[in-house]
């Protein structure tokens, strides 16, 4: 007979400063969105993968030849979105962002290349979106590219109100498979002639 240990115990490891509170942070969307893609992959509904950082590699450590080590490396140059792929034969491209902040979108996580990536995506005839979690209410909106973009270059401010997100995005319906049917979205905003 075997026993089954729980995870009861409370953790003592302490935070050593502000860089831990933004270590995980886009985790567990990104964990959510990794499995939504692994499941429209698998059910070949779309090819969509999370985008690899490029990295240069600068010194590794050989303690023994299969124990290769990278002790040092650095981001080559900054990563454009986090995902990319095909559905229905049109070339889709998206950046997923998460935030605790339950009144306000901080606009200084998206950055300026991947603002102007996404527009070429969209000049190119691709389909360009962003999927942005608000934590604290365990929502997460699809907000088209070119519709989130023009609010970030228009708007005076260094954030955008939650309830813009509520007026303006689509909410994906969280499930068990896949996690994120963000496709059933995109099916709506980008597809919409298919359906008459």
Do not use: C
């Amino acid at each position: 007979m075997s026993i089954v240990k729980y995870p009861t115990a409370i953790s003592t490891v302490r935070s050593t400063g502000a860089q831990d509170l933004h270590t995980h942070r886009g985790m567990r969307l990104e964990s959510d969105l990794n499995d939504s893609n692994a499941y429209y992959r698998e059910a070949d509904k779309a090819l969509i993968y999370k985008k690899p950082t490029p990295v240069q590699v600068v010194h590794v450590d050989y303690p023994a030849r299969n124990k290769a080590k990278i002790t040092e490396a650095y981001y080559k140059t900054p990563s454009t979105t986090d995902y990319n792929g095909l559905y229905r034969g049109r070339y889709i491209d998206f950046e997923a962002k998460e935030t605790k902040n339950k009144v306000q979108f901080p606009i200084g996580i998206i950055h300026s290349h991947q603002i102007k990536h996404l527009k070429k995506v969209e000049k190119h005839g691709g389909i360009g979106f962003f999927v942005i979690r608000f934590t604290s209410y365990n929502e997460t909106y699809l907000v088209d590219a070119p519709l989130l973009i023009h609010e970030i270059e228009t708007i005076s401010k260094s954030s955008i109100p939650y309830s813009w997100f509520k007026e303006n995005g689509h909410q994906i319906q969280e499930g068990y498979i896949p996690r994120l049917d963000y496709l059933k979205i995109v099916d709506a905003l980008y597809f919409k002639e298919d359906k008459k």
